[in-house]
Every structure is written in structure tokens, then in C-alpha cells.
């Protein structure tokens, strides 16, 4: 019999999957993984059936440890909602999935915060990701802040940002 933790510790996350397995080397029961779960044993009647092993799909597994890590880290910090900037791209449409996964949809809010650099389209993405998966949006213009940020490196360093330079300001 194995019996194994689950949730989220600092850096490491322990998946559960407790298991008890026959002196043949089958696998008998299992418990859930990245949730707590049991099982009753009979230790008296160990012949029981054994259960068949489907591989895991890797993605479902990570996606699993991902939202644990994250609902465990909330709780056991004191977080129960969540704010997060939505770009309109894959990284923050992941983020934003696993995010509402671990607090309920009903506890965060997406928001976009575009430039002069930004598309309609990144704004678009950024709006119906939030809707497809239920969390608040907003949309708020980081222009007045890039501006300032902008006028002052350009003040310090004596000429001011173009080209690639000063697009890649903004994601600063």
C-alpha cells in the first residue's frame, strides 16, 4: 500500500495517487490524483479485482498540478481572488484558464491594458478569452503611462527610444 500527499509545498507538489498493489505486482486500487481522495481496504480479502492502467495524458496531468499548485499557494496565503493582465496571446490565455480553474471563474478579473503597439485584434483575443471561460474583463490604456516612462528614459539618456527600442517598452 502506498499512501501518498496531496497539495501544494512551496515548490514541490505531491500528486496523490495513492495506490494498493498485489504481491504479484497489480495494481488493485488507486486513489484520484491532485485531489484527496480514499479508499476502504479489506485486508483480509486481497484477491479483489484489479483495476486496469490507462496511461495519463501528460497535459491533463500538468494541467492538474498546475491548478493545484496555484488553488493550494491562494489558500494557503490568503488570496481568494486574482487580477491578471490579458494580452490577447496564448501565455496569458493559459494563465488565465488555470487562474479560474483554481479560484472559480467568479474570482478573477482579466484585464487588457493596451498602447499605441496594441491590435484590435490583441484586444479582441484578450476579451473573448475572458469570456469563454467566464472571468471578469476590463480594459484599461497604459498610453499615459508609457508616455511618462518614455519621456523620462528619453530625458536621461539624451535621445530618445524609436523603432523596436521603444515597442519593447511597453510590455516593460
Keep these: 500500500i502506498t499512501v501518498n500527499q496531496v497539495g501544494g509545498n512551496d ?35 486481497l484477491n479483489q479485482e484489479i483495476v486496469k492502467q490507462t496511461k495519463p495524458n501528460p497535459y491533463e496531468t ?6 493545484m499548485g496555484c488553488r493550494d499557494y491562494c489558500q494557503k496565503t490568503g488570496f481568494k481572488t486574482a487580477v491578471l493582465g490579458l494580452s490577447g496571446g496564448i501565455d496569458s490565455a493559459v494563465t488565465a484558464c488555470i487562474v479560474a480553474k483554481a479560484l472559480g471563474p467568479e474570482n478573477v478579473t482579466g484585464i487588457a491594458m493596451p498602447s499605441q503597439y496594441s491590435s484590435q485584434h490583441s484586444i479582441d483575443d484578450a476579451k ?45
Design 128 to 172: 473573448a478569452c475572458a469570456e469563454l471561460i467566464g472571468i471578469q474583463f476590463n480594459q484599461i490604456s497604459i498610453q499615459p503611462i508609457l508616455n511618462t516612462y518614455c519621456e523620462n528614459i528619453n530625458n536621461e539618456l539624451g535621445t530618445p527610444l524609436t523603432g523596436l527600442s521603444l515597442e519593447n517598452i511597453q510590455p516593460r
Design 62 to 67: 500538468m494541467f492538474n498540478g498546475l491548478v
Design 11 to 45: 515548490e514541490l507538489l505531491f500528486d496523490g495517487h495513492s495506490m494498493l498493489i498485489s504481491n504479484t505486482g497489480h495494481t488493485i486500487k488507486t486513489c484520484k490524483g491532485f485531489t484527496e481522495d480514499y479508499n476502504v481496504i479489506d485486508t483480509n480479502n
